[in-house]
């Protein structure tokens, strides 16, 4: 039983971090919009 509590702990962890990551390339991914649109205008 112990084990199995370990592999959700785990699983968890990873999956934090993958959203963690998902969320900073989507920051950076509206960051990269914004500038294309503005060096657009010029």
């Known amino acids: 039983m112990r084990a199995y509590?370990?592999?959700i702990d785990r699983?968890?962890?990873?999956?934090?971090?993958?959203q963690e990551e998902n969320i900073f390339y989507a920051i950076g991914?509206?960051?990269?919009?914004?500038?294309?649109e503005s060096t657009r205008d010029w």
Request: aromatic letters at 10%.
């Open 29 to 36: 991914q509206f960051e990269i919009d914004k500038l294309l």
């Open 11 to 18: 699983l968890l962890d990873e999956t934090s971090e993958l």
């Open 5 to 7: 509590y370990l592999d």
